[in-house]
């Protein structure tokens, strides 16, 4: 096949057919890009690797974000996924180093990834930081937090925090997951 | 004069041997002790040496140190979620420390004989 072949106007298929058959495909293209897609937000995708499902995915069965009174369940995309198209994607893509690290095993044992915790939660916390901690806030919000129902001194922390114009990735770091241990707390002595 | 000189070189030792005693010999471990309090935002509220909204620890492991039910005492305090009583008088539950695997007491009592022995 030419090159002509691909440029040159046709003369056998009607404007009509051609853009229909456009909008068609475009239909078809973006609904399996979507759902697939789609399909990598699932826990069970993110757990389909040892590597996850070892190590943070145990962590994260004992968190409240998994089991909790009111049985509201934030699952992995939840917390490390953009809801909005755009992030999702740019996410998306960024993960792809992942795969690349699937390959090359980087993180294929319990130790290997204790050896790489902190620099990938380090990645992680500043991703976060960097989207002012915007996945925990679809869920969480300073103003809808209440004076009455939450205990005076978190309520009092959350309050300076927000006139800081601090995000929850500041103070909440190891939430549903092990903190790494070389990760030192601000005020510790 | 030779002899007090002699006694004075002693205080270091005994002073090492006094901190051995009190964390090493009870097999405290002190980093998964300072792990499981990070975790767990210990040190949001408590410093080791500053007031904060809580207590400093050592300010805790003075106040309990020579009484028998020390141990029993804070670790009924981190795991019953008990009212614990605040600077400006006001009062709330004390936040349930955590362990992986879950309510493992050795971890918990780890980090209480940590606290004490500072």
């Known amino acids: 096949m030419d090159i002509g072949t691909l440029t040159r106007p046709s003369a056998r298929y009607s404007l009509i057919a051609l853009i229909a058959l456009g909008f068609v495909s475009g239909i078809l293209f973006w609904g399996a890009f979507n759902t697939a897609m789609e399909a990598t937000n699932r826990l069970e995708f993110c757990i389909g690797c040892h590597e996850m499902r070892d190590t943070v995915y145990q962590e994260y069965k004992e968190s409240i974000h998994y089991s909790n009174r009111t049985g509201v369940r934030a699952i992995c995309s939840d917390c490390h996924v953009p809801k909005d198209w755009t992030h999702k994607l740019l996410r998306k893509a960024n993960a792809s180093f992942e795969v690349w690290g699937k390959i090359i095993g980087s993180i294929d044992t319990k130790e290997k990834f204790e050896a790489k915790r902190m620099e990938l939660a380090t990645h992680e916390w500043q991703r976060m930081k960097a989207r002012d901690s915007i996945e925990c806030r679809n869920c969480h919000d300073f103003d809808a937090m209440s004076s009455e129902l939450q205990k005076q001194t978190p309520y009092k922390k959350h309050m300076a925090a927000k006139a800081a114009g601090k995000s929850c990735i500041d103070c909440h770091k190891g939430i549903a997951h092990k903190l790494p241990k070389e990760y030192e707390e601000p005020e510790e002595q | ?118």
């Open chain 2, 1 to 118: 004069m030779k002899n007090r000189k002699h006694k004075l070189g002693l205080v270091p030792v005994v002073a090492a041997l006094t901190w051995a005693f009190s964390t090493a010999a009870f097999g405290v471990d002190i980093d998964a002790a300072k792990a499981l309090a990070t975790q767990n935002n210990c040190f949001k509220c408590h410093s080791v040496t500053r007031e904060l909204d809580g207590p400093a620890y050592k300010k805790v492991a003075e106040k309990y140190r020579g009484k028998a039910n020390a141990e029993t005492r804070l670790i009924e305090h981190i795991t019953s979620g008990e009212k614990a009583k605040f600077a400006d008088g006001h009062e709330e539950e004390h936040k349930i420390v955590k362990t992986s695997p879950p309510k493992d007491m050795e971890q918990i009592r780890n980090l209480v004989q940590w606290i004490l022995a500072l």
